[in-house]
């Protein structure tokens, strides 16, 4: 059975500073997925990670991913407050995209001025 | 830009009742999942489907069952609402490894 980790599950952080989101799972894949959820809203797709060694970055949120280590992480930098939100990690399992993801618990983020 | 809609946003029912939820893509693609969010859970895969009239058992299927007539569209029913399926149902439909686009959900409260 996939199982998905992240954390930490709540941050608080200060503007301008940097940190990083932990994503481990139990089982070979070699799909990992970000997403963004606002309170209330849906999920916003931020990164699709499909090799192992993959990097992305948009704006001041990069990704990684290393499937040996079974290990992604979300980077950010020089947070500012409009990147609070829920962060959600998710694997894919060998059904090729048509078996479903599984997640994580989400990281709650909180960006304090 | 894929659209995936979920044709209510709230709902509130009583115990007991027969429920439907509906969802509907726009871009004839074949896989498509329901899913619940509950606070310090995550999102759970509840079925998914791969074709028409093609269905899969996710982690939690127990109380629920799902119906698949037309590619666009997927249903999720709740048999007998319980108080335990208050949650938020969120549907998500994918061409590919790389696709996942997710509706805007549905609260659903059941009293």
């Known amino acids: 059975e996939l199982k998905v980790e992240q954390n930490p599950l709540f941050l608080s952080m200060q503007e301008g500073k940097n940190y990083t989101i932990y994503c481990n799972y139990s089982?070979?894949?070699?799909?990992l997925y970000w997403y963004r959820q606002d309170p209330g809203k849906s999920l916003e797709s931020l990164f699709v990670?499909?090799?192992?060694?993959a990097v992305k970055q948009e704006g001041r949120l990069m990704a990684s991913l290393d499937t040996k280590a079974r290990l992604s992480t979300l980077h950010i930098t020089a947070a500012v407050h409009d990147l609070s939100a829920t962060y959600f990690c998710?694997?894919?399992?060998?059904?090729?995209?048509?078996?479903?993801?599984?997640f994580g618990k989400g990281t709650h983020l909180i960006i304090q001025p | 830009d894929v659209k995936v809609t979920q044709s209510s946003r709230y709902l509130v029912k009583r115990t007991g009742e027969k429920v439907f939820l509906e969802c509907v893509q726009d871009?004839?693609?074949?896989?498509m999942f329901w899913y619940r969010q509950d606070p310090g859970l995550g999102l759970r895969l509840i079925y998914f489907?791969?074709?028409?009239?093609?269905?899969e058992k996710g982690d939690i299927p127990e109380g629920y069952s799902v119906s698949r007539e037309k590619k666009e569209r997927f249903s999720l029913i709740l048999e007998s609402a319980s108080t335990n399926q208050t949650s938020m149902y969120l549907c998500?439909?994918?061409?590919?490894?790389?696709?996942?686009?997710f509706g805007s959900g549905t609260r659903l409260t059941v009293v």
């Open positions: 998500a439909s994918s061409p590919d490894p790389v696709g996942y686009t």
């Open positions: 089982t070979t894949s070699d799909r």
């Open positions: 990670l499909l090799s192992n060694g």
């Open positions: 998710a694997v894919g399992g060998p059904g090729g995209g048509a078996d479903g993801l599984t």
């Open positions: 871009m004839d693609h074949e896989n």
């Open positions: 489907s791969y074709d028409v009239k093609m269905k």
